[in-house]
């Protein structure tokens, strides 16, 4: 139990477009999910936190319009990189928390963005 | 302040030696939950364990073993006769109210394990 999927596990795109990445509860249903970037050989970094229904929290210095996020269903969240540039090439990873436990996330395998 | 500390960066070992990778956090809370997890080269987080606050009995799954001290904040994880497998990057986390239940992350500790 508590599967958590993301699509695509891998992108490349040319700079200037846009990118969405999926997060998918499979199993079970996420009242919240996270969304981390890690940059080569550091740490998860927390971006944004994102309840069903309502707005995401950024964390300080995350652009909101930079990374759009929408959790439309308690299974189902997304996150957007608008005009990605190389900077914004990173690993991305979502976690979900289900109504069952408040301490545990569950990770979804990532997402490497290449920005060309 | 919430805070978890892995000041291992890096440990390379050769195989069948005994790890130890150390992780120290800080809380004032005491309702909380420690986790550590694996992070192979496909990037993929693998849970390993969680540990509720109230629960300082040391656990073992087969060549894992993780030892849970509150007296010293410490939830250290140790491999026994490491293989190749084995490396990758671990991470320590914790959750707890005064974090809103965020997970605060340790800077890693890349495990290498040389045959």
């Known amino acids: 139990g508590a599967v958590v999927s993301q699509h695509p596990s891998r992108v490349i795109c040319k700079s200037g477009t846009s990118v969405k990445i999926e997060c998918r509860s499979l199993d079970f249903q996420a009242t919240t999910m996270f969304w981390y970037r890690q940059f080569p050989k550091q740490s998860l970094m927390l971006m944004a936190t994102s309840n069903e229904g309502s707005k995401a929290t950024y964390e300080q210095g995350v652009e909101k319009d930079k990374f759009l996020i929408n959790h439309a269903s308690l299974t189902l969240s997304t996150l957007t990189v608008t005009s990605a540039h190389p900077e914004d090439s990173s690993f991305y990873i979502c976690?979900?928390?289900?109504?069952?436990?408040?301490?545990?996330?569950?990770f979804g395998p990532g997402t490497r963005l290449t920005v060309l | 302040a919430q805070k978890v500390t892995q000041a291992q960066t890096e440990i390379s070992v050769v195989e069948k030696e005994d790890v130890t990778l150390d992780c120290v956090y800080e809380?004032?809370?005491?309702?909380?939950?420690l986790f550590w997890y694996k992070q192979p080269p496909s990037g993929e987080l693998v849970f390993l364990i969680r540990?509720?606050?109230?629960?300082?009995q040391n656990e073992i799954s087969g060549r894992y073993s993780w030892n849970f001290q509150k007296s010293t904040s410490s939830f250290n994880f140790t491999i026994t006769a490491s293989q190749v497998v084995d490396s990758a990057v671990y991470f320590c986390a914790l959750s707890s109210p005064s974090g809103t239940y965020k997970y605060i992350f340790g800077t890693g500790t890349r495990l290498k394990v040389l045959a």
């Open positions: 809380t004032r809370d005491t309702t909380y939950y």
């Open positions: 540990r509720n606050s109230f629960d300082e």
């Open positions: 976690s979900a928390r289900g109504l069952a436990g408040k301490y545990e996330q569950f």
